[in-house]
């Protein structure tokens, strides 16, 4: 996400880019969101950043959170698929979870995942 910062600064981040008016940055949704009020966001194909549009899929510049767990340690290490069912609960990984509150958009299909951790399905690489 590329957005211009148009005020006072008070994280090294910030002032960088106060420093120099015509400067870029670029940075997650959620320095974004905390700061519509200062920042200018650089929309994509006329698509404005937004956990809607990151989620859809309709917001070109994002990335998923992979999170890998060998599927041969499952039932080895002690509490490890329990960790990982706590991972991506609702209660964690949900809209209203921690995950959300740092920035990260909860994946829509959040269901299917959990699904597929309970039967310990392996999931292959995303196309």
């Known amino acids: 996400m590329a957005a211009t910062w148009t005020s006072t600064a008070t994280t090294p981040r910030r002032w ?17 969101q905390n700061n519509t009020d200062k920042l200018r966001v650089a929309t994509m194909g006329g698509v404005v950043p937004s956990a809607e549009t990151v989620a859809s899929g309709d917001y070109p510049v994002s990335r998923p ?20 069912e706590f991972f991506v609960s609702n209660d964690m990984a949900g809209p209203d979870g921690p995950l959300a509150a740092y920035g990260l958009v909860s994946d829509p299909a959040l269901a299917d995942t959990q699904a597929m951790v309970a ?8 196309e």
């Open 16 to 32: 960088r880019l106060d420093a120099d008016k015509n400067a870029i940055g670029v940075f997650g949704l959620s320095f974004y």
């Open 65 to 84: 959170l992979y999170f890998y767990v060998k599927k041969a340690h499952i039932g080895v290490i002690p509490g490890l698929k329990e960790y990982i």
């Open 119 to 126: 039967a310990e399905t392996p999931m292959g690489p995303l």
